[in-house]
């Protein structure tokens, strides 16, 4: 079946520094693949998607570019925030079920 | 954009009571919601999707009837927790996608989240 693998966190960075979570899938057709996070006390809200190999997800000044060869979906940023501080998941949806598939999710932690 | 509300945010119950736990479109119409349960290690498990006018369709190892859900609008699902216990405490979160057109392309709209403490 469908399945979604992130690093285990938590991840702990200083602000500014460069940022890089690992997600990689598996899926017997052509799925989207999402980034989602998740602030403290709240729901998920969507971070970025890419719907077709090569595709990349911009947003707030993250990235993920969709790697068909790799089957992955990494998250990068070049210049974190104290404010990015939150749980990162990344997700896969196949149109053969309709189901959101997430990883376990990544925490992430920017010391000032 | 896209909104989902549910409710309540919070709620602490006795263990046998039953508790409900309401998710709303508010300015779309969801055919299709999804119920997860998050661990306290954050691990997303998805429990249910609850179709518009029929039954849902529950993941494996959920049980069916421990976790009713309902679905009788395009804007509402519900999720009841009947005889609750101790391990039933949880955080759960519903999650619609959005509106006329939408297809697996399309992103998840997540309620904030509902805390549920089991005494």
């Known amino acids: 079946g469908n399945s979604v693998t992130q690093m285990e966190g938590p991840v702990t960075l200083s602000e500014e520094a460069f940022l890089t979570i690992n997600c990689t899938y598996t899926a017997t057709g052509y799925p989207s693949l999402f980034w989602y996070v998740q602030y403290p006390g709240e729901g998920l809200q969507l971070l970025l998607k890419?719907?077709?190999?090569?595709d990349k997800g911009s947003n707030k000044g993250f990235e993920a570019t969709y790697r068909k060869e790799t089957t992955s979906f990494h998250l990068e940023k070049g210049s974190v925030q104290v404010s990015d501080s939150a749980v990162y998941f990344c997700a896969l949806s196949e149109n053969r079920d309709d189901k959101i598939i997430f990883g376990k999710g990544t925490r992430l932690h920017i010391l000032p | 954009g896209a909104v989902v509300s549910q409710h309540p945010s919070w709620v602490i119950c006795k263990s046998g009571t039953s508790v409900k736990i309401e998710c709303r479109s508010l300015?779309?119409?969801?055919?299709?919601m999804f119920w997860y349960r998050q661990f306290p290690k954050q691990s997303l498990m998805l429990m249910a999707t609850?179709?518009?006018?029929?039954?849902?369709?529950?993941e494996q190892g959920v049980e069916k009837d421990k976790f009713l859900i309902n679905h009788a609008s395009l804007t509402l699902s519900t999720l009841t927790v009947t005889s609750a216990h101790p391990e039933d405490s949880s955080f759960y979160i519903c999650?619609?996608?959005?509106?006329?057109?939408?297809?697996?392309?399309?992103?998840?709209?997540f309620g904030n989240g509902t805390r549920l403490t089991v005494t």
């Open positions: 890419a719907t077709k190999a090569d």
């Open positions: 999650s619609a996608r959005g509106g006329t057109g939408s297809s697996y392309n399309s992103p998840l709209h």
């Open positions: 609850s179709n518009e006018g029929s039954k849902a369709t529950y």
């Open positions: 300015d779309f119409q969801a055919t299709t």
